[in-house]
């Protein structure tokens, strides 16, 4: 039973019991103070109900990040790589989605969030048996959703990010080693990311870091966690005397726009209500990409050159990254300037440093999602000030949050880079990691899937 009802069952039988002649002499407040407390002793009895209409926007936005995997990112990612590994690429990532969400059941939300305090590595809920059709998870305010309508949001955020990652491996990492890779890999290095930026008794949580939507969890783990396999795997054969561009800028122009529909599930569901903060999130989430997407195509005129469909599509990618911390930790003006900020940042990396430190990050995960996701980060410290329209209350100093949120980025970074060096070379000294030199000059699609994409 709801507790507002019960609260009003209690006033009314209190007003029955006040009205008996027993009560008559009884003076009026004691009466009424008398009547609260059973009221108050009702509503604290009940048990928390999910709010219906927040329980269906957390379902909505939770099919939405689904969509930003497949069929979003596996068309923006198959669309930049060679046509002799478009099914290659897109399969990965499907696979890599489909066993995220079952390790994510198994063990990765119970040690993640586990239930005793959200205690770190607690297997108290391990295959959800804890877990129950009647199991609650609080949200910001007072109100509650359903346990397994939150368990299956985290879940898709756990498997957009390890598929991710392969950006920065396409077009030469075998399939069975991405998928020796990935159980080991969401272990060791994304679940205690998670727990603790965001679960209760986190470390990062509890130095107020801030990160709405995954800043750290998904974009700087992703990216350092893409940069440290590339620099493994070493550079594609030819790459980069060899021209190496993508096959089809129309499949990847589709998959840019199902993740940005779908961006707006991963940042104003991150609000866990369908509240006023989900209105900001999702507000700053078309800001701040369309400030990205411009800003990418003023730099290439800038540069000399014309401005580009890849460039719009990396533009809207860098915005929507940085934004994802900020989402309901700033205003819409901090919004545009960090999508401005991520597109300049991202292009010089992309452009200029990738070639000047020789490492192959084939579809740029490093260079705007690990990059964009810094600028995002430490970005959100400034943006959350009230003088630039943010959320804050001013009781955190620019400074101190600033260093608080750049903390944040520092232990995300070390961790992912050795979380994912172990996991590497384990996967390496059982199977390895890379294909033969001829699977790769033939395509993963023909070798690894007996495939092809286009007859």
């Known amino acids: 039973m709801?507790?507002?009802?019960?609260?009003?069952?209690?006033?009314?039988?209190?007003?029955?019991?006040?009205?008996?002649?027993?009560?008559a002499a009884a003076p009026v407040a004691e009466a009424a103070e008398a009547v609260a407390e059973v009221a108050e002793a009702a509503a604290e009895a009940a048990p928390a109900v999910p709010n219906p209409g927040n329980n269906a926007w957390m379902m909505t936005s939770t099919l939405l990040v689904l969509l930003m995997i497949l069929p979003g990112l596996a068309l923006f990612y198959g669309g930049l790589t060679r046509s002799k590994n478009m099914l290659s690429t897109m399969t990965q990532i499907g696979a890599t989605a489909a066993l995220a969400m079952i390790v994510w059941v198994m063990w990765g939300y119970s040690t993640a969030f586990g239930p005793e305090g959200n205690a770190f590595y607690s297997w108290g809920n391990a295959f959800l048996t804890a877990s129950t059709?009647?199991?609650t998870a609080a949200t910001f305010s007072d109100e509650v959703i359903s346990e397994f309508v939150f368990i299956s949001f985290q879940m898709t955020f756990a498997a957009i990010t390890a598929a991710l990652i392969l950006g920065a491996t396409a077009e030469r990492?075998?399939?069975?080693?991405v998928m020796a890779f990935v159980p080991i890999w969401l272990t060791i290095v994304y679940f205690p990311i998670a727990h603790m930026v965001w679960a209760g008794g986190g470390y990062?949580?509890?130095?107020?870091?801030?990160?709405?939507?995954?800043?750290?969890?998904?974009?700087?783990?992703a990216g350092v966690s893409g940069l440290v396999l590339a620099y493994l795997l070493?550079?594609?054969?030819?790459?980069?005397a060899e021209p190496m561009p993508p096959h089809s800028l129309t499949l990847t122009m589709v998959g840019t726009?199902?993740?940005w529909v779908g961006w707006f599930g991963f940042n104003a569901g991150s609000a866990l209500e369908a509240d006023a903060f989900a209105g900001l999130a999702m507000l700053n989430t078309f800001v701040a990409t369309a400030a990205g997407a411009l800003t990418w195509m003023v730099i290439e005129r800038l540069a000399g050159h014309k401005g580009s469909a890849l460039g719009f599509c990396s533009g809207v990618i860098a915005g929507l990254v940085a934004v994802t911390p900020a989402a309901g930790n700033s205003g819409p003006f901090g919004a545009?300037?960090?999508?401005?900020?991520?597109?300049?940042?991202?292009?010089?990396?992309?452009a200029k440093v990738k070639a000047k430190l020789g490492y192959d990050d084939s579809l740029d995960a490093f260079g705007i999602h690990g990059i964009g996701g810094i600028v995002g980060a430490i970005g959100t410290g400034l943006v959350y000030q009230p003088f630039l329209g943010g959320p804050g209350d001013g009781s955190t100093s620019v400074g101190a949050q600033l260093w608080t949120q750049t903390h944040g980025v520092l232990v995300t970074i070390v961790w992912a880079a050795v979380g994912t060096l172990i996991a590497a070379y384990i996967v390496k000294l059982v199977i390895g990691l890379r294909v033969t030199e001829e699977v790769e000059v033939d395509g993963l699609d023909i070798n690894e899937h007996g495939e092809r994409a286009y007859n």
């Open 257 to 259: 726009g199902l993740l």
């Open 336 to 350: 545009i300037l960090l999508g401005i900020a991520s597109s300049v940042v991202c292009y010089f990396f992309v």
């Open 2 to 23: 709801n507790r507002k009802i019960l609260s009003f069952a209690a006033l009314a039988l209190g007003g029955v019991v006040m009205a008996h002649p027993a009560f």
């Open 234 to 240: 070493g550079k594609r054969r030819g790459y980069p």
């Open 204 to 221: 990062l949580f509890e130095k107020g870091a801030l990160d709405f939507a995954g800043g750290t969890v998904v974009h700087i783990n």
């Open 133 to 135: 059709y009647e199991s």
């Open 173 to 177: 990492m075998k399939f069975s080693a």
